[in-house]
C-alpha cells in the first residue's frame, strides 16, 4: 500500500494552530481514502498516515467517529472506511430566531437554509458561515450544518446583566441571539442585576461552551428615559462615534465658498429656490423651482454638492461608506457625515450661498420629460419652507400671509401646477401609492410619551414626492445613455409564491389581480383603485405590500416595479444616503469629461450589498425603538379595552392593530376560548371547527391589554 505521510496535509498548518498535537485534516483523510476505491480499515490509514504512537492514532480514532457522525465518511463491514460524495456548500449569513433554531440566508439568493438549535449554539445573528445542506427538515425546507464560521458581526454585545447562583451573565437585547453571555465575576465592574450594559466579546460561542464577555460600559437603568436609543445603536451595531481623523478632516473644511469655484459653475442664486420640509428638519439637501413656459414647465431641483466635500477614498468618505445612510430615530439622528458638513455646509440653508447640483428639466404640458440636463452651480435657497405651511398657503385662499410668501405664492402655485400633471402621469404609467401610515412619536415632559399620531401627507409632501421622482429618473437615464457605471435602486416584481399566496387572499375578498403569472404594475394600480373605497382598504393595502420583494442598490438598471420606471436611481439625497453620492460622482464624471472615479462592476456590486443591508439595519434599528416606545406607552394601559383591526393572522394567533392609536398586539390562539381554531394560510383567517366562527383579516375585534413586555418588544391581548 502506497504510504502517505502528514507533513503532505495541505491543511497541516491549519491543524497545528487548533491542536497541541496536531493530527491530519478532514480534506487530507478524504483526499487519502480518494486514492483507494475499496477504502481503508483504520489500521491501514493508520500506516499511510505514518502515525507512531498511540495518542496520535486515538486522535485519529476520533476524527473519524466525528467524520462519520457528519456525513463525510462512511464505514462498511469490512471495516474499511469511504468518502461520501460531498454534499453542497453554500456560503450566507446567520439570521437567528428567538426560539433558538436560525437560517441561513445564502449571498446566491437561494432559498434559505434551516439551522437546527444545537447548530446555532455556536454563532451569533449575523454571523458569515458557510454551511453543508444534509437534508431536507418535515417541511421540506433545505436543512444545514454549519462547517466554517467565516466572520463574527459582533465584537460587542448589548444587553441586561443579571447574576444567578453566583454566576454574572448577559441576555442579549438582541432577539435574535439566544444565547447568554457569561461575564466573570472581575469582568462585571460593579454591574447592577438589570441593568442595561455593553460588554466586550473576549471568546466567542461553540457548540459546547458558551460565550464570554467583560463589560466594557453601564448605560443605565432598563427603563431610564432615551435608553431605548442607546441600546438599538448597540445592538444593530450601528457606526455612531466619528473617529477622529473624519472630524478633523471636516474642521479643514473652510466654511465659504472660493470666488474661483464659483466661477466654475453656473450662478442659479437669483432663482427663487426654495427647500419644503417638516418642521424638525436640520439637512436641508433639496431645494425646488417651477415655472410655466409655452413648452410647458420648466422644473429645477437643487441638490447640495456632497462630492465636492467629500472625496474618494478620504476619510469623510470611509466613514461614510460604512455608515451607508443617516438613521432617524424619534428626537435623535445619527447622520452619515459630521455636522459640520449635514447641518451646515451642505445644507441649503435661507439666503446662503451653497454649491450644489441642479437636474434642470423641461416637461410639455403632460407632463412628460422632453429634455434634461445636469450642471455644477452655486445658489441661495430664498426660503426655508415647511410641509405644513406650503398645504397651507396653497389650500387656504383667506391665509394671512407675509410679504415674503406672497411673492413665493405664484412659484408655489407653479410646483402644485406640475404635480397635478406629475399624478396623472403616475396614474398612467402604474405607480403603486400604498398607504401605510408613518408613526410619528410625540413626547411629553421628562420625556414621557403623549401619544403616537401619524404623520399626514399634505400636497406639499407630494409636490416633493414627484419633483424629487423626475430628478431621480433623469440621473439613472443620464447614466444609462452614457454608459457610466452607477448604482441603481431596483425593485423587482413579485416571485411565483408570494403571487399565488396574494391570489388565494384576494379570492376569499371578491377580488382579482390581473397580469395572470406576471403582473405589470398598472394591475397593482387598477387593484388599487378598485379597493379605494372599501373599509379593510389598509389593511388590503398592507397584504399587496408584502407581496411585493424589498428594494435594493444594485449597478444593474433592472427597472423599478412600484414606480413602474425602467431605471431609476438615487440622486437627491446625497447628505444622507451614501448611494446618492457615488450617483452625483458618476454624474460629475461624466460632465466635466473624464474618467470615472467610481469602483469597477465588482466593487459596485459589494456596494450595492452593503447600501442594501445599512439601509435595513437603520429600519430594524428604528422599528426597535418604536416598537419599544408603544410598549412603554401601553405599560399603563394594562387591563384596559380597546377595539382594533385584525391585522396579521398566523398558526399561532392574531395579530391586532387598536384604532387610533396605532399599536400592535398579538391574541394568541389558546386565547380564543370556547372552540378549537384551524389557520386557513390562504384566506387569511381562523376558523373555528365546531362553532365555524372566523377571525379574518381586516375584521374588528375588541380586546384587553394583559401583557407588556419591553424586552420582547411585544403587546399581548385576549378577546374582550
Request: hydrophobic share 40%; glycine share 6%; proline share 5%.
Amino acid at each position: 500500500m502506497k504510504k502517505t505521510v502528514q507533513h503532505k496535509d495541505p491543511f497541516a498548518l491549519r491543524e497545528a494552530q487548533k491542536y497541541e498535537r496536531p493530527i491530519a485534516s478532514r480534506e487530507y483523510i478524504i483526499d487519502c481514502l480518494t486514492q483507494h476505491e475499496e477504502g481503508l480499515t483504520q489500521n491501514q490509514l493508520i500506516e499511510a498516515l505514518d502515525l507512531k504512537d498511540d495518542i496520535e492514532q486515538e486522535a485519529l480514532h476520533r476524527r473519524l467517529r466525528a467524520m462519520l457522525r457528519d456525513g463525510e465518511l462512511k464505514k462498511h463491514r469490512n471495516g474499511k472506511y469511504v468518502p461520501i460524495k460531498p454534499r453542497p456548500l453554500v456560503q450566507g449569513y446567520v439570521s437567528g430566531h428567538r426560539d433558538g433554531f436560525g437560517f441561513v440566508l445564502p449571498d446566491d439568493g437561494t432559498t434559505k437554509i434551516f439551522i437546527p438549535e444545537y447548530e446555532m449554539r455556536q454563532v451569533f445573528d449575523g454571523d458569515l458561515v458557510t454551511v453543508r445542506i444534509v437534508s431536507k427538515d418535515t417541511r421540506h425546507r433545505r436543512e444545514g450544518k454549519i462547517v466554517e464560521i467565516l466572520a463574527r458581526k459582533f465584537t460587542q454585545i448589548v444587553g441586561r446583566f443579571f447574576q444567578k447562583e453566583g454566576i454574572g451573565f448577559i441576555e442579549p437585547d438582541n432577539r435574535r441571539i439566544s444565547q447568554n453571555v457569561i461575564i466573570p465575576k472581575e469582568h462585571q465592574h460593579d454591574a447592577k442585576s438589570g441593568q442595561v450594559v455593553i460588554a466586550d466579546i473576549v471568546s466567542y460561542p461553540t457548540l459546547h461552551t458558551a460565550a464570554i464577555g467583560h463589560v466594557k460600559k453601564i448605560l443605565g437603568d432598563y427603563m431610564a428615559p432615551g435608553l431605548e436609543i442607546d441600546v438599538a445603536i448597540q445592538s444593530h451595531g450601528l457606526p455612531h462615534i466619528w473617529p477622529k481623523e473624519v472630524l478633523a478632516e471636516a474642521e479643514k473644511i473652510p466654511d465659504w465658498i472660493p470666488a474661483p469655484e464659483i466661477k466654475k459653475r453656473t450662478d442659479v442664486r437669483d432663482i427663487p429656490f426654495v427647500t419644503i420640509d417638516g418642521q424638525d428638519a436640520k439637512d436641508f439637501d433639496d431645494a425646488v423651482y417651477c415655472e410655466l413656459n409655452k413648452k410647458g414647465f420648466r422644473l429645477m431641483v437643487a441638490i447640495a454638492d456632497v462630492s465636492h466635500y467629500v472625496k474618494p477614498g478620504s476619510s469623510l468618505d470611509t466613514e461614510a461608506q460604512e455608515r451607508g445612510n443617516s438613521v432617524y430615530f424619534p428626537s435623535k439622528v445619527i447622520p452619515m457625515l459630521p455636522q459640520q458638513l449635514s447641518n451646515e455646509l451642505c445644507s441649503l440653508k435661507p439666503l446662503v450661498d451653497r454649491l450644489c447640483m441642479v437636474c434642470d428639466m423641461t416637461l410639455n404640458p403632460i407632463g412628460k420629460i422632453t429634455r434634461f440636463h445636469f450642471y455644477s452651480a452655486v445658489m441661495k435657497s430664498h426660503a426655508r419652507l415647511t410641509y405644513n405651511r406650503v398645504a397651507a398657503l396653497l389650500t387656504e385662499p383667506r391665509l394671512k400671509m407675509s410679504a415674503q410668501e406672497k411673492n413665493l405664492l405664484p412659484h408655489l402655485k407653479n410646483l402644485e401646477a406640475i404635480y397635478q400633471v406629475l399624478l396623472e402621469r403616475r396614474a398612467e404609467r402604474g405607480a403603486l401609492d400604498f398607504e401605510v401610515p408613518e408613526i410619528k412619536v410625540q413626547f411629553g415632559p421628562k420625556r414621557k410619551i403623549k401619544q403616537l399620531v401619524p404623520t399626514e401627507r399634505t400636497v406639499a409632501h407630494k409636490i416633493i414626492e414627484e419633483t424629487m421622482l423626475c430628478a431621480n429618473v433623469c440621473a439613472a437615464k443620464f447614466l444609462v445613455q452614457h454608459k457610466s457605471r452607477g448604482l441603481f435602486r431596483v425593485h423587482d416584481g413579485p416571485n411565483s409564491e408570494k403571487l399565488i399566496n396574494l391570489r388565494g387572499f384576494l379570492g376569499e375578498l371578491s377580488l382579482t389581480l390581473t397580469g395572470g403569472d406576471l403582473p405589470d404594475p398598472i394591475d397593482y394600480a387598477q387593484l388599487l383603485l378598485r379597493i379605494d373605497q372599501r373599509k379593510d382598504k389598509h389593511v388590503i393595502h398592507r397584504v399587496l405590500l408584502q407581496s411585493l420583494r424589498q428594494a435594493v442598490y444594485s449597478p444593474n438598471s433592472d427597472g423599478h416595479f412600484a414606480l413602474a420606471f425602467e431605471a431609476y436611481t438615487h440622486f437627491t439625497s446625497p447628505i444622507r444616503r451614501y448611494p446618492d453620492l457615488l450617483v452625483h460622482r458618476a454624474i460629475k464624471s461624466i460632465i466635466e469629461h473624464r474618467e470615472s472615479d467610481l469602483p469597477g462592476e465588482e466593487g459596485l456590486l459589494l456596494l450595492g450589498d452593503h447600501c442594501s443591508m445599512t439601509e435595513r439595519r437603520a429600519d430594524e434599528a428604528t422599528r426597535d425603538v418604536i416598537n419599544w416606545l408603544k410598549c412603554e406607552y401601553m405599560l399603563d394601559k394594562m387591563g384596559e379595552t380597546f377595539k382594533g383591526t385584525i391585522t396579521g393572522v398566523t398558526h399561532f394567533g392574531l395579530f391586532v392593530e387598536l384604532d387610533n392609536i396605532y399599536v400592535e398586539g398579538l391574541v394568541a390562539i389558546d386565547d380564543l376560548k370556547n372552540d378549537d381554531y384551524a389557520f386557513d394560510a390562504v384566506g387569511h383567517r381562523l376558523i373555528g371547527e365546531r362553532t365555524h366562527k372566523t377571525y379574518r383579516l381586516g375584521h374588528s375585534i375588541t380586546v384587553q391589554v394583559v401583557r407588556v413586555s419591553l424586552e420582547d418588544r411585544k403587546i399581548d391581548f385576549i378577546p374582550a
